[in-house]
Structures are given as C-alpha cells and as structure tokens.
C-alpha cells in the first residue's frame, strides 16, 4: 500500500514538473528569429532609448518626433580604409553615432528623418539626412555662428559630392580654415552614412 501511494504522488510530481517530460516526445519549436532590418527607412521594431541622449541641437530640428533612437554603428578597418581615401581626411570615430527620429501618428511608429552631429574647426553642427532611392542625401546642415548661405548649400549633395570650396562650394563669407574643414567633416559623414546605410551600387 506504501508503495503503490508512492508511486501515485511521484506521478503526480511528474507530471507538474518540467523536469520529468516524456523522452519520447521529440517535437521541438524553432527558436524566434529577429528578421528586422535596420535601414534609414524604418525602425520600428526597436524600442527607442531615452530621449536623453538625442542632444536638443537634434531635437530642434524635428519638432513633430514623438521620439528618438540612438544608432551607433562600427565602422570596419576595411570601410575606413575607403572612406578616408575617398575624404582625403581621418575619419574622428570609428564608432559612428546617429539619431533616428520617429513620429506616432495614428499610432503607427514612422521613421520621418536621421540626423548627425559632427565637429568642424571647434564648432558643432547638425547634418539632416532623407532617404533618396536607398541613399542618405543631406537636407540640410545647421550650425551657429556660420554663415547660412554657405551651409545651405550642402542640400541636395550625397556621398558622390565633391565638397570643395572654390568649385562646387562658395566660401560666402566663412574663413577659408573653417570653410574647408566644415566641407571636409560634412563629406566624411556622408561618405559614411552612405557606407553602414546606404545602398549597394555602382558608379
């Protein structure tokens, strides 16, 4: 009787444990795979980081985002390799930092823009990037204490832009240093934009 009252609880003990499953059961369920990918077009299935870390000079720029994502990508010894050789400058980080920033309209969470932040001659500015056929194109280029008509004439330009002052770009105003060295920054942050996110294709 002992025995048999044993046995019944250690069935009971069994079959509420994960511990004691059937050996024979040999079905199993495929793990979850994330097939999110992360492009400038979308992000929507990642939860954004805190607004703390998007700097106001980015925020400015977007006053409709309902909220921010941070992207830091690593730029490979390879991918330096050509985009300083394209540049003609050192590249600042290999770790490159830029800022998503996202709608909620509707309810549905929308990429609308991505900007960089990048530094020039000991002055910071902002690089606003949109999406052209699978490519970063620069928006717009803000920054204080510059002339307007010689930042606004980086709109339009992508990483196949020359960036030199005197031929495709005007001085209006700004030191040569600091009009060369802003040109200069603002094509290596392109020219990497282009690399982590942007399109495979020939020239």
């Known amino acids: 009787m002992k025995k048999t009252l044993a046995f019944i609880i250690l069935v009971v003990i069994c079959g509420l444990s994960a511990a004691c499953s059937n050996p024979t059961n040999t079905s199993t369920s495929p793990a979850p795979t994330n097939t ?35 992207q830091h990508k690593d730029l490979s010894q390879d991918q330096i390799s050509h985009i300083e050789k394209d540049s003609g400058a050192k590249i600042p980080d290999t770790d490159h930092h830029s800022y998503l920033a996202f709608s909620n309209d509707g309810g549905t969470r929308k990429q609308i823009g991505a900007a960089t932040v990048i530094e020039a001659n000991g002055k ?4 606003v990037y949109e999406n052209k056929e699978g ?25 196949d832009d020359k960036f030199q002052i005197g031929a495709d770009l005007k001085s209006n105003g700004v030191d040569d240093a600091t009009s060369k060295a802003i040109a200069q920054a603002v094509k290596v942050d392109a020219l990497t934009m282009q690399t982590l996110y942007g399109a495979a294709h020939s020239h």
Do not use: Y
């Not at 992360?38 to 805190?50: G, I, Q, R």
């Not at 717009?140 to 992508?158: C, W």
């Open 36 to 70: 999110a990918i992360v492009n400038m077009n979308t992000l929507n299935n990642a939860a954004p980081k805190s607004d703390e870390e998007t700097p106001a000079s980015v925020k400015t720029v977007f006053p409709n985002a309902s909220s921010f994502t941070k």
């Open 124 to 127: 910071e500015f902002v690089v």
């Open 135 to 159: 490519s970063p194109f620069i928006k717009e280029v803000r920054g204080e204490g510059v002339s307007a008509d010689f930042l606004k004439q980086f709109a339009g330009k992508g990483h």
